[in-house]
């Protein structure tokens, strides 16, 4: 396993206790050259290392990946004081690319999580004095839900714990392999 994910894989486990160590955030670029950032939910990890992400094709992220899919990972784990950015390519994947991996994340989701995919169309206005309704039935994918699968190409990881602190930057060589620099925090 390549050193930052053996790093990753340590995180993870050293915070399983504290839910809010599986938000990271996602930064994109849209049309006009200007950044996008947003919090995600961390849902595991390919063996090709792409970390995953459920989303909705109706939201504006979608768009925004599909024109330019470089994107940037942001991720703070405020118990052992560690921060990985990867710099990533992003997949989204529907139904229609690959029905039972998606499918597999819908099951995977607690009803209120599945009911957040079917109360309309995101960032469209709506009456705050009436309830949301639910349309449509948990036992079908809904078309717009996805999958993104963020590639990630390179990695900046820094250390706050220890003095000095420990920063390594994670990058694959002309060979394809994994190469580790450490560098000046
Ligand atoms: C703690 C937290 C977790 C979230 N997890 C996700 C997620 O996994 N997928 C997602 O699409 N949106 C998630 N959101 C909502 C996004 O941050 C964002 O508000 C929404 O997806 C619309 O983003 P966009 O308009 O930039 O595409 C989460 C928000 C919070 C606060």
């Known amino acids: 396993m390549t050193l ?5 894989t340590k995180s993870l486990h050293q915070t399983r206790n504290t839910p809010e160590s599986r938000y990271f955030q996602l930064a994109t670029c ?24 459920i989303s909705d094709t109706r939201t504006s992220k979608y768009l925004e990946m599909s024109q330019q899919p470089d994107v940037q990972v942001c991720w703070y784990f405020a118990k052992t004081r560690e921060q990985y950015r990867f710099t990533a390519t992003a997949d989204i994947i529907t139904s229609s690319d690959d029905a039972k991996r998606v499918a597999s994340h819908w099951q995977k989701l607690s009803d209120a999580g599945k ?3 079917l109360w309309g169309e995101p960032d ?5 004095t009436l309830p949301l309704v639910v349309d449509g039935d948990f036992s079908n994918v809904p078309a717009h839900f996805c999958l993104l699968s963020l590639t990630v190409k390179a990695v900046d990881y820094l250390n706050l714990r220890g003095n000095p602190q420990l920063r390594e930057k994670h990058a694959i060589g002309a060979n394809g392999e994994w190469l580790t620099t450490s560098v000046i925090p």
């Open 30 to 53: 849209d049309a006009n050259g200007l950044p996008q950032c947003r919090t995600v939910v961390f849902r595991g990890m390919t063996d090709d290392h792409a970390l995953e992400v």
């Open 115 to 117: 009911k957040q995919f």
């Open 4 to 8: 930052w994910r053996q790093q990753l």
């Open 124 to 128: 469209t206005v709506r009456d705050p």
